[in-house]
Structure formats: C-alpha cells, structure tokens
C-alpha cells in the first residue's frame, strides 16, 4: 500500500476534474463521486497506516520517487513523496475527518445549485493538503501549499454573490500571500546554502551552515506559518472566513488549512535546534496568539466568529509547544490530532444549529436548544469537555501537556509560557463555556419564526463519529505514551524533563482555572438571562469585538503607507522616468516641426536661407580674424 501512496493525491485530483469537466451533468452524481474519492483517500491512508504499524520503528520512513522534474549538470531536481511517521499522522487526520465532512456536506448542501463544484473544490482541498503533507522537499510542499491557499479561496468564496463573502475570500487570499513571501525566501536561502530542497538534504546537514543563516531560514519558515495558521500578526483572515459554508469552516479549522504551519515548523525540527532564537520566536507568536484567540473568543456573539477564535487560540498551544523544540513537538501534533476530532465536531454542530434556526448565527438569539436538538447537544458537549482539558477527555490528554512542557527549561522562558500557557487554559473555559451555555441553555431567546429542529441522519452521524473522538482518542494514545513513542523517530525522543513546578501541581492549578472559567461562564450565562441585545461594552469588550483592532492596525501599518508609496512611485515614474522620455519627444517633434517650415518648396526662400547662411558665415570669418 505504501507504494501506491501517490493515490492518495491523484484520486481527489481525477474527482476534481471530473466533476468541473462534467458540469450540470454531474448535478445528480457529483456529490456522491466526491464522497467516494475523499472514501478511497481514507481507505489507502489506513491500509498505508497498518502497513507501516507492522514494521520496525527504524523501517518505517519510505520514500516514493514519481518523476524528474529537472535534470542538467548542476540542476537536479526529482519529485517524490516521504512516508513517515509524521505525514501519515496527517494523511489519518485529513483522510478521516476530511471524509465525514463530505458525508455531512451531502446534506448540508443538499439545496444549492452548485453543490458539485462546492464537492470539487472540497477534493481539491484535500489532494493539495496530502501533497503538502507527503511531499520529500520543501519545493514539492510549496506546490500543496498553495494548492490548499486556491482551494480555501474557492470555499470561503463559494458563495461569492454576497460581496462580503468574496471580500473575504480575498482576504484570506492576499493575507496567506504575505506568509507565502516567508517560504519563497526560505527555500531561496536553503538553495543556497544547502544546494538542494529536498528534506533529507536540508535537515540532514544543519550542523554545515552558520546559525544566522539558520536562524534567518527558522524566521521566515514561521512567517509563512503564521500566515497559514492564523497566528499574530496574520490571523485578521480567520474570522473573515467564516462567510464560507460551514463545513468548510470544519475543514479549514479541522483537518487542513490551518495546521500546516504547525506541520510545516515541525518538519523543520532540525534547524529550529540549531537556531534557538528563531525557536523561542516561535514560541512567543505561540503564546501571544493563543492569549489574542482567547480574549477575542470572550466576547463574539456570533457562533462561528467564537469557534474560530477559539482555533486561533488552540493552533497557539500547537506553536508554544512546536517553540519549546523535542520536548514540545510530539504534544504539538498530538494537540492537533485531538483538535482536529473535536473541534471539527463543534464546527459541525454549529452548523447543524444554523440548520435549525433558520441560518442564525448570533447566540444571543439562540439558548435552550439542548431540548430541541439532542443529538447536536451531546455531541457538541463532548467537544466541549475535550477542549476544556476535563479529564478524560481528549483535549486533557494533549493540551495539558503541553502546559507541563511550557514549564520546562530555564531562566524566564519556563515561568513566561507556563503562566501563559495556563491562563490560556481559565480562559478557553470561560470563552467556550459561554459559547455552549449560550447556545445550548437558558432560556431560549429565539424568535417565533423559528423552528428549532434536528438534523438529518446525514449531518448527525459524522457529528457522533467525531464525538467519540473527541471523547476517547486522547486516551487511547496516551496510554502507554502511544502516540510519543510512534512520533519520536520523526520529532526527537522526548527524553526526561523536569518542569519548573511539579507535574501534579500544574495539573491541580489547570483544572482549578479550567472550573473557575466554566463556573464564571455558568453564572453569566446560565445563571442569569441573557440579553438579546448586546450591552454597551467597554473599552476592553469593544476591542475584543473587532479583532483587537488588528484590521485597523494592519490598514495604518500596511495598507495606507503602502497605498502612498505605491501612488508616490506611480507619480515618480510618469514624471521623471516616463516625463524625461516624453519631453525628449516633445523637444525632438517641435524641432522637427519648426525645421518643416523652412521646407516650403519654394526656389526663392531656399536662395534667400543660402545667402543668409553665407552671410553669417562670412561674418564669422571675419570678426574671428
């Protein structure tokens, strides 16, 4: 099966153009087929997964050569994919989820004309993100990597006849672009240092290239990061596209998109070690993110804004765990497997409400719905649990981790991203508790136009297969440290740490803030009743609602300097560059046009200029002696 693990990027590749080459003839089919091919991924991805399980820890990284790109006497490039332990963890995380989104899709588009494409762009998705995730070099990775940038900007802006909605997906599409200048610079400087793009080259040889250089790669690598995962300063594109439907909200948040940073910063464990600043800022824009994610989580009121806050504060703990190096790398990706169960399940369950209520999204309008909806409310409370890190549930196995990894090493570094790291945690109780309380409990506040009902079998089974994840997964890898030991071949041992507190205290004082958040969240918005209408807020709530103002700091830093400089240099190159040109022109035309009038044709004017001529000439003889 490992060798035919080029499938896994043709299948969902061939649906795609199938399904745009069909056109309305697909209409009946179209989706279906999309399930099929996203089906076919899962079925090779697993059968790969065992394949490899059998093997010794030592055997189990492959590579499969595909072509040769290039071939001269300098220049030889080859594609091919890279197996390990690392990529299938992605391939299971998008093969999976990514199917039971197509399953859910089948009826949550079930009314849209164009719900073929919406299948076509969903198999695009994800054949771009398995490239990224099993391409053997940075150069094949860039190619998934934008492959995944076009398909994002084809969802979030598939319903791009509301103009905020393609507002958005443009967004989105220029702010990853400012990443993207990240990774071209990184592979620019890998070529040449390292003579080569491929991975084992790259990696394999560090210990050969200065550490500024290195540390110059390790800044630029996480820029194109940020830009992919929403992390300070280019996360302002996350809450923008929310506009896209729901579903792509769960497969952006959950399986794809945004965990391509965290992957990509992991891949290059090895110069992020040989580059320790470069690591430790990695480590801030983790911790700074997830604290932003956090605040501004607490105070929207539109459900899927709230849950991609919350993936913005979640990838976070991912990043401060990918900064603190081999202690944090394996938590990282075992925070984003967890993650991507639950919080694609909350995804689908804010979708099933919408379902319900006529597309509202504003949880002031929502409340009480647990009656109404039983099976979107027990599947959306387990996601919950797992994201508070109660035990034993999923997201405590994980993140709670990564708190205790926050506390290791020495000087500052412990104390500043442990406290984080467990802030983080009182607050992700108190945002997503006033999410779940909001939506779920109370008394409803909705409208008599109203209807809660719920959804079809069609959305509500994937919800309970990821519920189940969410529930038990976290558990069944950590047993025995499971997941650690199948990592460690890619990521490092993890070797012996001592945290700065001791491990059962950190735990007593991260479920102590977690019950603080969630009990706070209970008496505001269970408790007591909820206003329909937002109250005035204060100075704080009212920059947590727009973002911390990042959109205005982005336009005063960016965009408007950007904007006069790029009028200044237009005017510079019409008047001087373009104006010298011109007048050269000008000055040769009027010439021209003044020496035409002495060709008049007339005998007489052309004697009478001759003997002026000669005059003028004599007297310049004469007077010159």
Known sequence: MLSVTWLLIAVPLASFFVLMLAGRRADAWGHWLGVAASSATAVIGIGAFFQMLGRDAEARSESVHLFTWLSGSDLHLDAGLLVDQLSLTFVMLVTVVGTLIHVYSVAYMEHDPNRRMFFAYLNLFIAAMLLLVLADSYLLLFVGWEGVGLASYLLIGFWNHKNEYATAANKAFVVNRVGDVGLIIAMGLMFAHFGSLNFADVLGSVDQVSTPVLTAIGLTLLLAATGKSAQFPLQSWLGDAMAGPTPVSALIHAATMVTAGVYLIVRSGAIYEAADDARVVVAIVGAVTLIMGAIIGSAKDDIKKALAASTMSQIGYMMLAAGLGPVGYVFA?????????????????????????????????????????????????????????????????????????????????????????????????????????????????????????????????????????????????????????????????????????????????????????????????????????????????????????????????????????????????????????????????????????????????????????????????????
């Open 333 to 625: 990706i075992f925070h984003l497997v967890t993650h991507g169960f639950f919080k694609a399940g909350m995804f689908l369950g804010a979708g099933s409400v919408m379902h319900g209520m006529n597309d509202q999204t504003d949880m002031r309008r929502f409340g009480a719905l647990r009656t109404a909806m039983v099976t979107t409310w027990i599947t959306f409370g387990l996601g919950w649990l797992a994201i508070l890190g109660v035990p034993p549930f999923s997201g405590f196995w994980s993140k709670d981790k990564i708190i205790e990894s926050a506390f290791v090493g020495e000087g500052w570094q412990p104390w500043v991203f442990g406290l984080t790291a467990l802030i983080g945690a009182g607050m992700t109780a108190f945002y997503m508790s006033r999410l779940f309380f909001m939506t779920f409990h109370g008394k409803a506040r909705w409208t008599d136009d109203q209807h809660p009902h719920e959804s079809s079998l069609l959305m509500t089974v994937p919800m309970i297969v990821l519920a189940a994840g969410s529930a038990f997964l976290g558990l069944f890898l950590a047993v025995g440290n499971r997941f650690q030991h199948w990592l460690e071949p890619v990521t490092g041992a993890h070797g012996e740490h001592h945290p700065v507190l001791s491990v059962p205290v950190i735990t007593t004082l991260t479920l102590l803030l977690v019950a603080a958040g969630a009990a706070l969240a209970y008496w505001i918005y269970w408790r007591h009743d909820v206003p329909t209408e937002a109250p005035p807020p204060s100075l704080g709530v009212l920059a947590a609602r727009n973002d911390l103002f990042q959109d205005s700091v982005n336009r005063a830093v960016f965009q408007i300097p950007g904007t006069h400089l790029t009028r200044t240099l237009v005017y510079a190159d019409a008047a001087l560059v373009d104006g010298a040109v011109n007048k050269q022109a000008t000055g040769v035309a009027a010439f021209g046009e003044a020496s035409r009038r002495f060709q008049s044709g007339k005998v007489r004017s052309y004697a009478m200029l001759m003997l002026l001529g000669f005059l003028v000439l004599a007297s310049i003889i004469v007077v010159g002696g």
